[in-house]
């Protein structure tokens, strides 16, 4: 037993002070004392006596040496070493007693002390390993917090990241689809507008080559008719390429504004002049509502442009028997409104959102073939109202007919000055 005590001290101080205490000796020690023990057991009592003496040979050094791992970590201020030297203390105390004085027990209360001591030491030494595993483990704890707050944080960045991406893949989706569609609406544009040119162009041709080539002789009635054929194709060409022309430079910015005061009713009376004719093929009353006494401040070519195109559209789809009212008035916030009222087909929901567009081409469901246009007519004056700082608005409901709003900011309002003339409104048929 006092073999294996041995090996069992030196472990057990050994988790305590390890850093102070080699593996290695203690190897070698355990197996001394446990080859010890083999052959005390084995070996009878005169072997068991000199196992036994070389037991205490072994025990006085490896207690040297246990005792100089004491005062290293007591030097070193380590947790509870200095508890364990003061046993150490006691005991080497009671020790030298009982060498000095015959038959003290000095060695059974200094070992006593050692124990006690000891066991205070190595109790301390283990609270202060608990308290830092528990340190540690508050500071694992930190940092797997600190490392899920970055995990969540990245995780939040990922899904931002895929939100913006797939926001981006529908804004290309959507740029992809109006792409194509532009480049449809263009192709149909253009596909019409060579109708549309081509049309007066061979006009122009056919007529000029009849009296070119004298096919019908020197009828000079006949030519003058030719002729006035010519000439009115010609206008109509002329006028397509000025349509095409206008929409370029609203588009590109560049259109240059001539302003001067214009009374509105005078310019309406002259866009309604040019569409009396066609108004009454169709035997479709014209109607002008407006002050005499309103001024606005506009270039008057845009002005023009925008009041025929307007009636243009008025008479071109209402049906005969119609009637076309044009509206002129001055707002309380002091803007002035022009409107353009129709008793004609109305305008299909679904089409509401595309009559302004750059070369939308009149629409089959809302226009007989017959009366199919260029497409060029509202986004020029859309464009020209927008250039005098205004806009407008359309209006409509299917078979009822439609309405479309031009309203001018009060910065284009020239002041009324004739007060008789703002309460009397003129009421006309055309």
Not at 152 to 178: C, G, M, P, S, V
Not at 319 to 343: F, H, L, N
Not at 348 to 361: C, K, L, V, W, Y
């Amino acid at each position: 037993m006092t073999s294996l005590c041995l090996p069992a001290a030196y472990w057990s101080l050994g988790l305590s002070f390890q850093r102070y205490l080699s593996s290695k000796i203690g190897l070698g020690a355990t197996v001394l004392c446990v080859s010890a023990a083999g052959v005390a057991l084995v070996g009878g009592v005169v072997a068991g006596e000199r196992a036994f003496e070389a037991v205490e040979i072994l025990s006085g050094a490896i207690i040297l040496y246990l005792a100089s791992a004491i005062v290293r970590a007591a030097w070193q201020r380590e947790k509870g070493a200095g508890l364990a030297l003061a046993g150490l203390i006691f005991v080497s105390i009671a020790i030298a007693h009982d060498l000095l004085v015959v038959g003290s027990n000095g060695m059974t209360f200094g070992s006593i002390a050692f124990f006690v001591c000891l066991s205070g030491s190595l109790t301390a030494r283990s609270r202060d390993a608990f308290e830092m595993l528990a340190m540690r483990s508050a500071e694992l704890a930190s940092v797997n917090t600190q490392l899920e707050a970055a995990v969540d944080e990245r995780t939040a960045e990922l899904q931002q990241n895929i939100r913006a991406l797939e926001t981006q893949h529908i804004a290309l989706e959507e740029a992809r689809t109006a792409a194509v569609s532009a480049n449809v609406t263009k192709s149909r544009f253009l596909a019409n507008m060579s109708h549309e040119l081509r049309t007066p162009l061979n006009a122009i041709l056919g007529f000029s080559e009849i009296i070119f080539s004298r096919l019908f002789g020197d009828s000079v009635e006949r030519n003058a008719g030719y002729a006035a054929d010519i000439h009115a194709s010609g206008r109509r060409l002329l006028s397509l390429i000025d349509d095409i022309l206008d929409l370029s430079r609203i588009e590109a910015g560049k259109l240059d504004l001539v302003d001067a005061h214009l009374e509105l009713s005078a310019q309406i009376d002259a866009a309604m002049g040019l569409v009396k004719a066609r108004a009454a093929a169709k035997c479709i009353r014209l109607v002008s509502e407006s002050d005499a006494s309103i001024r606005v401040v506009a270039d008057e070519r845009a002005l023009q442009q925008i009041l025929v195109n307007l009636l243009t559209n008025a008479v071109k789809f209402t049906a005969a028997q119609g009637e076309v009212r044009v509206r002129a008035y001055r707002e309380a916030g002091g803007s002035t409104i022009v409107a353009v009222e129709d008793t004609g087909a109305g305008i299909n929901p679904a089409d509401m959102t595309r009559i302004f567009e750059s070369f939308g081409q009149g629409r089959h469901d809302i226009a007989a073939a017959h009366e199919r246009g260029t497409g060029l007519g509202l986004p020029i004056v859309k464009g020209l109202v927008e250039a005098h700082g205004g806009a407008i608005t359309i209006e409509s409901e299917v078979d009822i007919g439609t309405k479309a709003i031009v309203r001018f900011p009060p910065e284009r309002s020239v002041a009324i000055t004739d007060r008789a003339g703002r309460d009397k409104a003129r009421a006309g048929d055309i």
